[in-house]
């Protein structure tokens, strides 16, 4: 059983257009992120939900919309999608909000064309 | 906020040898992780650290806390070492892990 999963994996669409990336974990952890890891492999905190409750919202711009629908899942909505979107958004999830170990998922690449 | 350097940015091993990668922090911690981005873009956990050592088979990392750095050592290291290192970081009372910049590891046969 994977801990935590990502869907879709890949994902390849055209500026403009609105997708979503799913995320589950099975580990009973609070609290769940999303990170954004850009072409140099630099890694980057975009949002954290703890208990369903957005506790971290780092200067992200307003078309991407978090939705914690209960404390196993954080999904990632982006609208009118841009070049500068295309990376690999990783969702993560630790027992606690300000310690504890993180685990990540496999991680979902987004190509806007 | 807080800021995670690593060192050396690049390492070229042949197989066989030792190395030692080092982060650096800028503040107190409450939370120190080791990861392993494999070549297919994975991140695997190594070691969750925050203080003292530990060792998980040719791996082992130290964190110096009172200092402000952690130490990961890799022994007779194997082409499947490849891949980037990642030093991450939750300062005292906060509640986000911040990254370094990795170490990207190339393990040569």
């Known amino acids: 059983d994977t801990a935590v999963s990502q869907t879709p994996k890949y994902l390849v669409t055209q500026m403009g257009n609105d997708k979503s990336i799913k995320c589950e974990q099975n580990?009973?952890?609070?609290?769940m992120y999303w990170y954004k890891q850009d072409s140099k492999k630099f890694l980057k905190i975009m949002f954290s939900?703890?208990?369903?409750?957005?506790?971290i919202n780092e200067t992200v711009p307003n078309r991407f919309s978090p939705k914690s629908p209960d404390k196993a899942h954080l999904n990632l909505h982006i609208n009118s999608l841009e070049l500068g979107d295309s990376a690999v958004y990783f969702c993560?999830?630790?027992?606690?909000?300000?310690?504890?170990?993180?685990?990540f998922g496999e991680g979902s690449r987004l190509t806007v064309l | 906020g807080i800021q995670v350097e690593q060192s050396p940015p690049d390492l070229i091993l042949q197989e066989g040898a030792n190395s030692t990668l080092r982060c650096n922090f800028s503040?107190?911690?409450?939370?120190l992780q080791w990861f392993h981005q494999n070549p297919w873009g994975q991140l695997i956990n190594l070691f969750y650290?925050?203080?003292g050592t530990k060792q998980n088979g040719r791996l082992s990392a130290t964190t110096v806390a009172t200092e402000r750095y952690s130490l990961l050592y890799i022994s007779s290291s194997q082409t499947t070492d490849s891949g980037v290192y990642f030093c991450a970081v939750i300062k005292a009372a906060g509640n986000k892990l911040t990254f370094g910049g990795g170490t990207r590891v190339l393990v040569k046969p």
């Open positions: 503040d107190s911690v409450n939370n």
């Open positions: 650290i925050p203080s």
């Open positions: 993560a999830s630790s027992r606690f909000s300000n310690t504890g170990e993180l685990f």
């Open positions: 939900y703890n208990n369903k409750e957005l506790i």
């Open positions: 580990l009973g952890h609070d609290t």
